[in-house]
Nanobody, 119 residues
Framework: QVQLVESGGGSVQAGGSLILSCVAS????????MGWFRQVTGKDREGVAT???APYYADSVKGRFTISRVKNTLYLQMNNLNHEDTAMYYC?????????????????WGQGTQVTVSS
């Protein structure tokens, strides 16, 4: 059974940093694409960053966020946070090496971790 468990969210002041982690388990193949998405209540889910050969970053986070992966743990280093980064952040995964920023392509999701940035 595939499981994704996020951690690392919290409250931070604008300009601060956070590191999100996502531990994956239960995958039966090595080729797994993982990514980070976020959602604000009442708004559409947004692809923040996905891994793979050519990592994808949303324009709003380029230069500030970095996605990385060590074995079965996915990270999201978030620097220079601003109020617009406030959201519930989700880790997602799918089999295969083709990583896309479309949440609909990912069948496996974590429970989410809240990030709140105060101005």
């Amino acid at each position: 059974q595939v499981q994704l468990v996020e951690s690392g969210g919290g409250s931070v002041q604008a300009g601060g940093s956070l590191i999100l982690s996502c531990v994956a388990s239960g995958f039966i193949a090595r080729d797994v694409c993982m990514g980070w998405f976020r959602q604000v209540t009442g708004k559409d889910r947004e692809g923040v960053a996905t891994g793979g050969i050519a990592p994808y970053y949303a324009d709003s986070v380029k230069g500030r966020f970095t996605i990385s992966r060590v074995k079965n743990t996915l990270y999201l280093q978030m620097n220079n946070l601003n109020h617009e980064d406030t959201a519930m952040y989700y880790c997602a995964a799918r089999y295969g090496v083709r990583c896309t920023p479309s949440g609909g392509d990912f069948p496996y999701w974590g429970q989410g971790t809240q990030v709140t940035v105060s101005s």
